[in-house]
């Protein structure tokens, strides 16, 4: 499956398989906003559970459950 070219503009897996992008509401009426928060803003986000999946399908990522399973890792041992 080929990977969305605008999902991985905006989207970066990080090493242990999270999903990180940038926040909303960091393009226009920045001056009523503090200093705090917009430099809180300009830090990568972990992006929601729900979206997750997704993300990971337009990045053509295997999905966390089949990449344990790729690595070799197992649930309980026995």
Same mark, same amino acid.
Do not use: Y
């Given at each position: 499956?080929? !990977? *969305?070219?605008?999902?991985? &503009?905006?989207?970066?897996? !990080? !090493?242990?398989?999270? =999903?990180?992008?940038? *926040? #909303?509401?960091?393009? *226009?009426?920045?001056? *009523? ?11 990568? &986000? ?5 979206? =997750? ?7 053509? #990522? ?7 399973? #790729? ?8």
């Amino acid at each position: 499956m080929k !990977t *969305h070219s605008g999902a991985k &503009k905006r989207f970066k897996l !990080t !090493t242990s398989g999270k =999903v990180r992008g940038r *926040h #909303a509401f960091t393009s *226009h009426m920045l001056e *009523h906003k503090t200093p705090k928060r917009k430099r809180a803003l300009g830090r990568p &986000k972990r992006m929601a559970g729900d979206d =997750v999946p997704r993300i990971r399908r337009m990045l053509a #990522a295997p999905s966390r459950a089949s990449a344990g399973r #790729a690595a070799g890792k197992r649930g309980r041992p026995s």
